[in-house]
């Protein structure tokens, strides 16, 4: 019986330790293998009791255009690819969407989270833009003390800079590699500040 | 018997010489007993070892996840990747050693509770390192889904009752995230397993005890939490039912015994009383029943059904103990047996009658104010305090609410109060009649 216990916790310690490497691994790929690219963004640092504090990014480009009046055969939370295209300003966009996973191009395994609208403040109006996607890249993790200290900073930049994540990504899965403000590491940007 | 205090222990052992020298207890005797209450000091001792090991081991854990937490940056990622896997490995060593030395319950209790710790901590620090997006439900359940062996494996009830925190936690935020969490039922099922299989063991040990407790927070915050709320006031059946047969549940288990000893009896009061004084309010039957069935994107069409299940299931286990113990035919037994009765009755009545709502408050002012007068009698007969206080505590929560409450007019109150202070006076004079008529005979 304890034999049987020891093989059991054994194996029980190699599927602990497995999900942790599979993790690290699936991660690291990505990260040595994957295409880069730059997503406008816009930090705000909240905290995860967890896994500390980070600095949540909210996307600019976070949909697909797309007119209101087509005919989508989509639900909520659907698994779904997102084309990916680099305009001329060098930043990455969505351009178009399929349930199928691309055999070739550039593409981002995503979510469908509903219609994308803007508020336009002249004439009061909201304007339908696309279809809302889930952005699997959304927490850039800092240590404690730079992660509200860059969301300031960050905050100050953007009314006349741009700020954006470099994000690698490979067969459609991401890994967020940096976020940039003032065309600086936000970690270093952090730290000067100290 | 219960463990004894050290102080008592000391006054045995200053009275042993006198008892000896009186000649009231031989020498073998008297040694006898000094071994046997030094065995029961020793017990005491080996629970205070095992709690303060729990914890250490709970506080270290934790302490190792707040630590990672403060995201030490200057570490470059290949080294935090492999730091983010020490603490499972550190988690691992324990339980080897706790399982190859067939450790105390110290051991184990610390191996079980800082393994299950550590798996947090590493799949946050991955999470940390690579930016993972936010999904906390698969957090949770990975974690919840790891540690579930370890509760079996090391025989330990800190990891039990972590597994049962970390399911709760994960029905929490997978109905915030997914809007539902109906897993939490397969979830909990390993759980219950364990509980039955320490309760046919032995029910009176400290650790069937401690893991009672936790099932039954668990089983009364997790319903909560589930429930897809598509039949509106279906919670009241399903609460009812599952607080009523904890309540008789416990006095089947543990018969007499009370408090901490008889966790399901004091979950199950404390739980009917609560209900019954959210019952006694007008607004807890507004809108109630099938005519008022809630559709929508936010809810799912098997949500009836789910809803439907999980109370039937908690009728069916009160249905069960209810009529196994019913025949004890005492006051508290069918108290306690019939609520979930007056819940299914009012939801039928509020379901069909939209003005029943009063109707309803009004038999719950009544259920309350009779559990309130029966624990008092209890309390009286049994010369037992804490059921005297518990009923008075009961009946004066009741009696403060509906002073203040503005839904009745102030001649309705006032009728009522004057009414039942008389009645009190009365059987207050009736029984101190009786007891000078028993004193007069003996």
Redesign the interface.
């Known amino acids: 019986m ?1 034999k049987l ?2 093989i ?3 194996l ?2 190699g ?3 497995a ?3 599979m ?2 691994k699936g ?2 790929k990505i ?1 040595r293998n994957g295409e880069l690219y730059r997503f406008l963004t816009r930090p705000i640092d909240p905290a ?7 600095v ?1 990014l909210a996307f600019q480009n976070d949909y697909v255009p797309c007119s209101k009046d087509r005919e989508l055969g989509l639900h ?2 659907q698994k779904i690819y997102a084309l990916i295209e680099v305009g001329e300003d060098g930043f990455a966009r969505f351009t178009s969407w399929s349930t199928e996973k691309p055999v070739k191009g550039r593409f981002l395994a995503t979510r469908y989270l509903g219609n994308k609208s803007e508020w336009n403040r002249i004439s009061r109006t909201s304007m339908h833009k696309g279809i809302r996607l889930d ?10 003390e ?1 992660a509200p200290r860059a969301e300031h900073l960050v905050r100050e930049a953007v009314s006349s800079t741009n700020c954006w994540a470099e994000v690698r990504i490979l067969n459609g899965r991401p ?2 590699e940096d976020v940039y403000a003032q065309g600086q590491s936000l ?1 270093e940007l952090a730290a000067k500040n100290e | 018997m219960g463990n004894l205090s050290a102080k008592h222990i000391q006054w045995l052992k200053q009275e042993l010489p006198a008892l000896k020298a009186d000649g009231i207890v031989s020498e073998d005797t008297a040694q006898a007993i000094e071994s046997y209450y030094a065995e029961k000091t020793n017990d005491g001792l080996h629970w205070a070892v095992i709690a303060f090991a729990v914890l250490g081991s709970l506080l270290i854990g934790a302490g190792i996840i707040l630590l990672l937490a403060h995201n030490w940056d200057e570490l470059d990622r290949p080294v935090r990747a492999v730091l983010s896997l020490c603490p499972i490995l550190i988690g691992s060593i324990l339980s080897i050693t706790a399982l190859i030395k067939n450790g105390g319950t110290a051991l184990r209790e610390s191996a079980g509770i800082f393994h299950t710790l550590s798996i947090g901590a590493t799949i946050a620090l991955i999470g940390q390192t690579y930016h993972l997006p936010g999904n906390v439900p698969g957090f949770f359940m990975t974690w919840t889904l790891l540690a579930l062996p370890l509760t079996f494996l090391l025989r330990s009830s800190g990891a039990a009752l972590l597994y049962l925190a970390l399911a709760c936690g994960w029905s929490g935020v997978a109905q915030e995230t997914y809007g539902q969490a109906a897993g939490f039922w397969l979830l909990i099922l390993p759980g219950l397993a364990r509980l039955a299989y320490l309760i046919r063991t032995d029910r009176h040990t400290p650790e069937t005890l401690l893991n009672l407790w936790g099932m039954l927070i668990a089983l009364c915050i997790a319903t909560g939490m589930t429930f897809e709320r598509t039949l509106p006031g279906l919670w009241i059946i399903a609460y009812s039912a599952l607080l009523s047969g904890t309540g008789v549940l416990g006095i089947q288990l543990y018969n007499n015994q009370t408090g901490w000893n008889n966790p399901a009896k004091i979950f199950g009061i404390a739980g009917i009383t609560i209900l019954a004084y959210i019952f006694t309010f007008e607004h807890a039957w507004f809108d109630i029943g099938w005519a008022h069935m809630r559709s929508g994107w936010q809810y799912r069409a098997w949500g009836v059904w789910m809803d439907g299940g999980i109370t039937g299931a908690f009728l069916l286990f009160w249905l069960i103990i209810a009529l196994k113990t019913i025949s004890q035919h005492t006051a508290e037994t069918l108290t306690l047996s019939v609520f979930p009765l007056a819940g299914i009755l009012c939801f039928i009545l509020g379901s069909i009658k939209s003005t029943a709502d009063t109707v309803n408050a009004l038999i719950f002012n009544g259920f309350m104010l009779f559990l309130g007068i029966m624990y008092i009698g209890m309390g009286c007969r049994n010369g037992r305090l804490s059921q005297l206080n518990g009923g008075m505590a009961v009946l004066s929560l009741l009696l403060v609410t509906r002073f203040f409450d503005e839904d009745f007019g102030f001649i309705a109150r006032g009728t009522v109060f004057i009414i039942l202070g008389t009645c009190f006076l009365v059987v207050n004079l009736i029984m101190i009649k009786r007891r000078k008529k028993q004193e007069a005979i003996a």
């Open positions: 304890k216990s020891f059991a916790l054994i029980l310690i599927a602990q330790l999900v942790p490497v993790m690290i991660r690291e990260l995860d009791p967890f896994q500390g504090r980070y949540r909520r939370n952005i699997p890249f959304d927490r850039f993790y800092m240590e404690e730079k890994a967020i970690r």
